[in-house]
């Protein structure tokens, strides 16, 4: 594998900052691309001004109203116990999904790292749940975390723990209560562990063996050099993982939807958003709701989106 | 890598953490092919974990029967949308990277960011206007969908491929009289298929995997594989082992792509960021 950045690996340009161009071609130019910035303006900003719009209305039904309500739809949300366990089961969710996935993804590239024979091998198994959509997954997931934990009904997971004799790692899993939304975000790691593998490797990649070998000259452990030197050196890659990772799981939809159902214990913001829009028909609630996810992912990408791209202008 | 003694006779430890995890990355995978394996006869949640005694194929059959017809549908979804997506970033990456124009260091970001967004933001207006241009329910509607909102991160691997293409050779072209179409069509077209790969496979996975806008946009008879299995899971009627014999099939494409193109669709990954 090249030793790719992650992040948002915005190319750097390589030409001479200042071409000559031609003022005909520059039209051509922006004649080329104007399908697909007004396409992207029309279907992104447009939907999101109008979704804004539906947000402070008072739309309920099949028929479109924008009768203005100021903010009551937010404060209604505000105020609501389903959209309280939806933040409560983001919170869990995101820390058991980003955690897991820093720490497994970490583990294994430093474990790849060390220059073994099966590498490509390894590397390949931990990547493929990447190509497998989160509904075939989940459906499999669903069935090995089978919530029976009466020893006579045991299938799944807990059967495996029970023949292994691991018994006190019998669970509940998704049916826990308060902490059910856990079993879906390990679903979730097991998918996207080995996505973060691939950022931190190639990071250490990034990292030069003479620095490493300076370290050792200087009498220190390869556990001090992983903890001294190269853990600080990681720091852009754990960001770019953390804020990668962090968005997604505020827009986890799929994963749950397949592996159990729409359920309000395991409800969470994308999916009330969904069934309150488009089973219930409370238009304007669910434009809320979609208000208040975009600001959230807002929030983390475009500070990374501007840092990103104000690196690249730097050269 | 350049190795050292310590590291040599600490290598061997290492493949114990490995194997251990590799068991777990391999499990829903076992259980999905060892429970389509089984017989009617055999399946049974008690038995989860034991080997077939001899191999079945009822349950990829059953399975087969019911999502024969969604497999299809996902094909005809993706196909076009996976190749109308790579031209329009090509030519999206090609302009912003070679021909920039005043206002692309506004446009790019902006396109970028459209990657980003919780999709949930944008789904109301999306189905009133898909109603309104009466392409609510069909394929094609998908497939427009898939297409735009694979502009940025179409539009974003192949504006990183074109600008590690040095200047020198676009400017060589102009020199020789070259616009920008020819230019295009036979300088960088041509040596820009790694990238067509690369931006492929990647929206053929994410059209083929992606559940929320098939599920909102497509009627019954248009459903993708992925809406269909999430629905016979979602049933009673269909027994569990079907269930994971067409879990299996439902991923058999992308996974083969995978196997056989990982090297591309690893590049894509890299590049952009997860889409789903």
Redesign the interface.
Known sequence: MTAAAPEIEVQQDTATPKRKRFQMDDWWGILWVLPSILAVMVFVYGFIIWTARVSVSSWKGLTPDYTYVGAQNFVNLASDRRFHIDVKNTIIFTLVFVIGCLLIGLGLAILLDKGIRAEGFYRSLFLFPMAISFIVTGVVWRWLMNPSTAEDRLSGLNLLFHNLHLDFLINSWYATPTWGIAAVAIGAVWQMSGYTMALYLAGLRAVPETLREAARVDGASEFQIYTRVIMPLLWPVTLAAVIILGHSSLKVFDLIIAMVGKQIALDVPSIYMWTTTFDGFFFGRGAAIGMVLLVSVAVLVIPYLWYSLRQESEG | ????T??HQ??KW??I??TM??L?????MF??LNTGFKSFAEVS??T??KLPTSLSIENFQAAWEILAPNIWNSFRIVIPAATISSF?GS??G????K????GA?I????????M??????????????MAWIGLGGSTWGLIM?HV??G??IT??IF???F?????TLV?AA?VDGA???QTYRYVLLPISIPAFVVVYIWQF?AA?????FAV?LTSQDNWPV?VA??NM??SQIIA?NV??A???L??VP??L??IFL?RF???G??????K?
Do not use: H
């Not at chain 2, 600008?163 to 200047?167: G, N, Q, R, V």
């Not at chain 2, 083929?208 to 929320?212: P, R």
């Open positions: 890598m350049t190795a050292q310590g590291v600490s290598r290492v493949y953490p490995l995890m590799a777990f990355y391999l499990l829903p259980v999905m949640l008690a989860m974990w329009l030519i999206n090609y302009v912003l990277s021909w920039k124009f005043k260091n446009v790019f970001p902006l396109l970028l960011f459209g980003f967004i919780p999709y949930q933001s944008v789904l109301i207006p999306l189905t009133q206007v969908v735009i909102y502009i940025p539009t974003l504006r990183n491929y600008a590690a293409i040095p200047d400017e102009k616009g920008i179409w996975t083929w995997n992606d559940f929320l909102l992925t299995l999430n899971a979602g569990w269930q994971m067409g879990s299996f439902a991923a992308t996974l792509i995978y990982g669709f690893l590049r990954m890299m590049s952009g960021s997860l789903e």
